[in-house]
């Protein structure tokens, strides 16, 4: 498995920004074939996917509620993704995870497919990180 390690959580006001981080590491293949994204699971919800990237092509896809706020990205090398994410709202309140793995469709596929349950065991999932959005 590739191995994911989430950073930049906490709290801010609505309207406010955050960025959230997640280092990657530990391909067992061509990087290429990999997909990588962040999934949130608001209090008493389901996880669900809210913006991924493709490491070959940097294609992106976002969720709805999320799409013109959030904005996901991949460095030069492959080491880090990020989400900006502004405009913050209460309904954003959640535990934010990285995850990711290879031989997905595209990265529109695998954020809105892969769940903590469904998966393969290629894909991989970080420690998950809280953010609040409160006044």
């Known amino acids: 498995q590739v191995q994911l390690v989430e950073s930049g959580g906490g709290s801010v006001q609505p309207g406010g920004s955050l960025r959230l981080s997640c280092a990657v590491s530990?391909?067992?293949?061509?990087?290429?074939?990999?997909?990588v994204g962040w999934f949130r699971q608001l209090p008493g919800k389901e996880r669900q996917g809210i913006s991924c990237?493709?490491?070959?092509?940097?294609?992106?896809y976002y969720e709805d509620t999320v799409l013109g706020r959030f904005t996901i990205s991949l460095d030069a090398a492959g080491n880090m993704v990020h989400l900006e994410m502004n405009s913050l709202k209460p309904e954003d309140t959640a535990v934010y995870y990285c995850?990711?793995?290879?031989?997905?469709?595209?990265?529109?596929?695998?954020?809105?497919?892969?769940?903590?349950?469904?998966?393969?065991?290629?894909?991989?999932w970080g420690q998950g990180i809280q953010v609040t959005v409160s006044s």
């Open positions: 995850a990711g793995g290879p031989g997905w469709v595209s990265a529109r596929d695998m954020c809105r497919t892969l769940r903590p349950d469904i998966g393969t065991k290629t894909d991989a």
């Open positions: 530990g391909f067992a293949q061509d990087r290429n074939l990999y997909d």
């Open positions: 990237i493709a490491f070959q092509d940097r294609a992106t």
